[in-house]
């Protein structure tokens, strides 16, 4: 069980009159019906909003591959959301009505209201306050943008065993957007984000690229893949409200482990975060377990017990891990963050009906960060991995050099292919100059790479279990799923991959705290620290190590002793990522000197590829020249050399 802080009767709430439950049936319900009647013919579609509309077409003719390749096509094409209109609400209703609903529908499904107030409370634990949550609602009505809730996590939070649009944040959205769409007129964004079998970090370092810039709220689901600390968790947080500084986003632990909700609830007393929560599986809050068990006649359980047993999905598709939560489970989950913003809900209503000019004194995302007192962090609480104070001081944050007790983030910037993703240009061949094999890209992922292409050059490819596992769920119909791990893959035969890394236009190059000018070329007094990762899969204790079989020529320096991050980015007890570093007398590139590896002039087209992707609008960008060269030991049998994430601090 949680440990308790009441911070407010959770479920209860005024109301001037009831509405019944059949008079808004809960949206899941509705989306059912229709996925029914469109399988009569053969078509499914799976809604979201990065990745809109994921369509499988039942049929002899279509081959396996060519159904993944639509399916990776559709993916990628379709990643710009298109906002629909916002309806109007209706003014003859009241503002309790909808939430009052919603919470009868909550007790009917779950045992009566005494029941259920007393799972909520057992499940679900608030940190911070309700009117941090509140104040975000407010804001996105004011400013008329969607309230945008983006879930990070591994393969219980995408839905494994079930359909992806069967996983509790589709679950939680659709309840949350009528309610947003009559109260406040604005819609609901809901970004699935999770990847099958991922630690936190890498993930942690790219919020932008996996969550978005804009959302109000993120989550973190990565317990099974960071035993029982607290530290990677302290280093997600920090990165979180660092890297998403403009919403400073509210943040759900699907988790109970003690040192961990401990560690927010700490961090939302000193204001660090200004809301969170941390939410129990069904195990933890109900609490006649019978209700749970298939033994029992459902007859006799309450309807949101029922069928409790059963994925979503149909048994011959994979994903059906006994920890894996089932379909009624993820509708248990939603239900249960819902009941948390249905009070978020009221309390925005009650300050629109005490503060006239609430649309304008909401309207800057100012009114959702007043409640964090700091952007920078005290010392970190948890014992810190076994890392150089590089590496920690990347992940926590730097001391202050005025301050040992404060802790300063800078700036950082990744490049990855991984999927889901609502940022499909500052990828890693963003950032390349030269060194890929020809005609091998993303769009082409999911057909076999011959080991001609390897000699060609570095490869986007997937693990052999990567490919695998996709075209087992491609032969249930694809499910709906999005996630997909991309890499760069390579050989010694591949020969030189070179990137060129861009300093970001951040206020850090005004250079006025350096000591030195913007015509310095010290690639230290730009660049702090670089790390590449791999990506996360089953490898063999032969495959390519990162840090022993890879020469990294860093600003054309060479660098001597690259060593492997502990204690973040582990996966199957292998780490996955690898601290390079900034060597001293390294220099820095601008690009228009920047050449090939083999000496050779870069295109125009090249050239506007890289400046396009800086995020940088001067004539003459300054960046970082980065070669890859494989020692002779890695074979691809064994398993080649794997490129997923690279990510660099600056200055």
């Known amino acids: 069980m949680i440990r308790k802080k009441s911070i407010r009767a959770p479920l209860s709430g005024g109301t001037r009159r009831t509405l019944t439950a059949s008079k808004r049936k809960p949206v ?23 990745d809109e509309a994921v369509i499988t077409r039942s049929g002899d003719s279509i081959s396996v591959m060519t159904q993944l390749e639509e399916l990776h096509q559709e993916i990628v094409s379709q990643s710009t959301h298109q906002e629909g209109k916002h309806p109007t609400a209706t003014e003859s209703s009241t503002p309790w009505e909808t939430v009052h609903a919603l919470r009868n529908e909550f007790y009917r499904r779950y045992g009566g209201r005494g029941a259920s107030e007393d799972m909520f409370r057992r499940g679900v634990q608030a940190y911070g306050s309700v009117q941090a949550t509140a104040r975000r609602i407010l804001t996105a009505a004011a400013q008329q943008t969607p309230f ?75 317990s099974m893949n960071e035993g029982r600390g607290a530290a990677v968790l302290e280093s997600y947080l920090r990165q979180s409200q660092h890297q998403l500084k403009e919403q400073k986003p509210m943040v759900i632990l699907l988790d109970t482990d003690p040192k961990r909700c401990s560690l927010v609830e700490a961090y939302a007393k000193q204001g660090l975060i200004s809301d969170a929560m941390c939410v129990g599986m069904a195990k933890h809050a109900v609490q006649d377990a019978t209700l749970l068990d298939e033994a029992k006649d459902d007859s006799q359980k309450p309807p949101g017990f029922r069928n409790w047993q059963e994925f979503g999905a149909p048994s011959k598709c994979p994903g059906r891990g006994n920890w894996h939560p089932k379909k009624m489970e993820h509708e248990w989950l939603g239900w249960m963050m819902a009941m948390y913003f249905a009070q978020a809900v009221e309390e925005a209503q009650r300050i629109m009906t005490t503060d006239v000019d609430w649309r304008t004194n909401y309207r800057s995302t100012k009114s959702i960060t007043s409640a964090v007192i700091t952007t920078s962090f005290p010392k970190p609480v948890s014992k810190l991995p076994n890392n150089s104070n590089a590496v920690n001081h990347l992940l926590f944050g730097h001391p202050s050099e005025t301050d040992s007790n404060q802790y300063v983030m800078k700036e950082l910037s990744c490049r990855t292919n991984f999927l889901p993703a609502t940022d499909h240009d500052k990828v890693l061949p963003s950032i390349v100059v030269s060194g890929l094999s020809p005609g091998v890209t993303a769009k082409n992922i999911m057909e076999q790479r011959s080991d001609e292409d390897y000699r060609a050059g570095w490869v986007m490819d997937l693990s052999s279990v990567e490919r695998e596992t996709k075209i087992k769920v491609e032969q249930c119909g694809g499910l709906g799923y999005v996630d997909l791990k991309t890499a760069l893959y390579g050989v010694p035969e591949s020969g030189t991959l070179r990137f060129w890394l861009p300093i970001s236009e951040t206020a850090s190059l005004q250079h006025d705290d350096h000591g030195h000018t913007a015509d310095d070329t010290d690639a230290q007094h730009w660049f702090s620290e670089l790390i590449l990762c791999e990506a996360n899969e089953k490898r063999s204790e032969y495959a390519c190590h990162l840090d022993k079989d890879i020469e990294y020529i860093v600003g054309g320096r060479k660098v001597t002793a690259p060593v492997m991050v502990q204690g973040a980015a582990e996966y199957l007890k292998r780490q996955t990522c690898v601290h390079v570093g900034i060597p001293a007398g390294a220099q820095i590139t601008r690009l228009a000197q920047v050449q090939k590896a083999d000496g050779s002039s870069l295109s125009s087209e090249d050239k506007a590829r890289l400046v396009a992707n800086s995020s940088v609008h001067t004539e003459n960008p300054v960046g970082l020249v980065v070669d890859l060269n494989i020692r002779a030991n890695v074979n691809r049998k064994d398993g080649a050399c794997c490129i997923s994430h690279v990510v660099w601090e600056q200055q």
Not at 185 to 212: K, M
């Open 28 to 50: 899941f319900h509705s989306v059912i019906v229709i996925l029914g009647l469109l399988g009569c013919v053969g078509l499914f579609w799976t809604l979201i909003d990065h």
């Open 148 to 222: 945008v809730l983006s879930f990070a996590g591994y393969s219980v939070t995408v839905g494994r065993g079930n359909y992806y649009h069967q996983s509790y944040p589709f679950i939680l959205g659709n309840l949350l957007e009528p309610i947003l769409q009559k109260l406040f007129q604005i819609q609901v964004t809901v970004r699935n984000s999770a990847i099958g079998g991922i630690p936190s970090f890498p993930y942690g370092f790219c919020f932008e690229h996996f969550l978005g810039s804009d959302p109000h709220v993120i989550s973190w689901d990565f």
